[in-house]
């Protein structure tokens, strides 16, 4: 086995180290720019309605769908314990706990997180972002900020989309289509999930993926090599980066969400 080198290996170690503390610093200035970016919020408005409008249609159905496997999931899975009435717990909590947050976040980081990579790719490539340096105009400020908070808002707001549609599709299935009685269904869900800690830990997460997300994308495109190949592959990064985030924060929150 040809094991690597130790100064190739070490070379490896600084660079990824050297980003991690690029990244650090990034975000750090674009927290900093907080209040300079809410003074302008239509700029911060444009960029939710371009984000979450467009955004929403692929939650929406996704939701639908995903909801309509949990009905359909649950009942066979809970008839076997003679526990069917309490499918709507088992829809709501799934969807509220981890399937709205996680799923959300993942589509919005294809459908959304590769559009600002794209966006800001080809304004660096088009030496858009160089010209406004040139005219004492941060880049940073006037373009980063602006998405990167537009993004931390829709976030929650396409996983709140989700997880509803997703128990109106449970409910159709097995209310509607299967027969579980509606009182039970609704009573159950109402007694199980807790605002405060299955719904509010569920904000809490796409709140954390919703910034992850964003901020990937954005840095991804922000430092993308000037032509359309690095643009390119800026875009790919964006998604399996982002995408293993998730899935990474996610067990780290739910870890420490609900074993206290």
């Known amino acids: 086995m040809n094991w690597p080198h130790p100064a190739n290996l070490g070379y490896a170690i600084r660079r990824k180290l050297a980003d991690l503390g690029h990244g650090a610093r990034m975000l750090l200035r674009l927290l900093s720019l907080t209040a300079s970016s809410f003074r302008r919020f239509g700029l911060i408005r444009d960029q939710v309605h371009f984000l979450g ?17 949990l009905g359909l999931q649950g009942y066979y899975t809970l008839q076997r314990y003679g526990a069917s009435e309490a499918l709507g717990v088992v829809v709501a909590l799934s969807l509220v706990r981890e399937l709205g ?21 080809l304004m660096k490539a088009g030496e858009q972002l ?4 040139m005219m004492a105009v941060d880049p940073v400020g006037r373009v980063l900020a602006p998405r990167f908070w537009g993004g ?20 159709v299935v097995g209310v509607v289509l299967i027969g579980v009685d509606p009182g039970a269904f609704w009573g159950q ?12 830990n ?8 919703g910034v992850s997300v964003t901020f990937i994308a954005l840095l991804e495109g922000f430092e993308a090599q000037p032509t359309p190949e690095g643009v390119s592959r800026a875009t790919t990064r964006t998604v399996v980066v982002a ?6 924060l996610d067990f780290i929150l739910t870890a420490l969400m609900f074993s206290i």
């Open 202 to 209: 569920g904000v809490i997460k796409s709140l954390v993926f």
């Open 101 to 121: 947050p996680v799923v959300t976040a993942l589509l919005f980081a294809g459908r959304a997180g590769t559009s600002l990579t794209a966006e800001i790719g």
């Open 243 to 248: 995408s293993l985030t998730v899935l990474g």
């Open 152 to 171: 931390v808002i829709a976030m929650p707001l396409l996983a709140a989309v989700f997880s509803a549609v997703g128990i109106i599709g449970g409910w």
């Open 189 to 200: 869900m109402q007694g199980g999930v807790d605002v405060w800690r299955d719904v509010g």
């Open 53 to 69: 409008s467009y955004s929403l249609a692929i939650i929406a159905v996704s939701g639908l769908f995903v909801g309509f496997v």
């Open 130 to 133: 160089s010209a406004m340096e």
